[in-house]
């Protein structure tokens, strides 16, 4: 449905912008400019409207409509998701054995001299002032 909302969307705002620059301006004559009022005045009565007019105005109506629904969709939240299932973690395999001759690391005896972590600060000191 989102597609053919887009392709609708699409096609109805290329048909806008073509009826749109198809119609005449109010202010086209030469003489608008100068203030005459002539059968098309720039703020004055202009008459009934034309076959364009009303085709822009449907046109516009269609867009702004196509519009607020492909607005709506995208903001839903869908009930599918490409992620769904893929939650599932890749069993563990064992670490492969050691090759024959070779012997596996020993750990070192309790009693070893290991050297130990040095004792964390247990106040903190204030630096020297200078006078």
């Known amino acids: 449905m989102t597609i053919a909302l887009t392709i609708l969307h699409v ?10 620059l198809l119609q005449s301006g ?19 009565a202009g008459g009934g409207t034309s076959f364009l ?9 269609i867009f702004m409509f196509t519009s607020l629904t492909l ?3 995208s903001g ?9 299932g893929k939650g599932k973690s890749a069993p563990v395999q064992a670490p ?6 070779m012997k596996p690391a020993e750990k ?7 050297p130990a972590a040095p004792a964390a600060p247990t106040s903190p000191t204030t630096p020297a ?3």
Do not use: C, D
Not at 11 to 20: K, Q, R
Not at 53 to 61: H, I, N, Q, R
Not at 76 to 84: A, E, F, H, K, L
Not at 96 to 101: D, L, N, Q, S, V
């Open 76 to 84: 839903t939240p869908s009930s599918s998701s490409m992620m769904s």
């Open 129 to 131: 002032t200078q006078k």
């Open 11 to 20: 096609l109805v705002s290329i048909f806008l912008i073509s009826v749109v």
């Open 26 to 44: 109010k202010g086209a004559e030469m003489g608008a400019s100068f203030g005459s009022s002539g059968s098309q005045s720039v703020f004055g």
């Open 96 to 101: 492969a054995a050691a090759p024959a001759g």
């Open 108 to 114: 070192p005896a309790a009693g070893s001299a290991t």
């Open 53 to 61: 007019s009303k085709m822009t105005t449907g046109a516009a109506v």
């Open 71 to 73: 607005a709506y969709i």
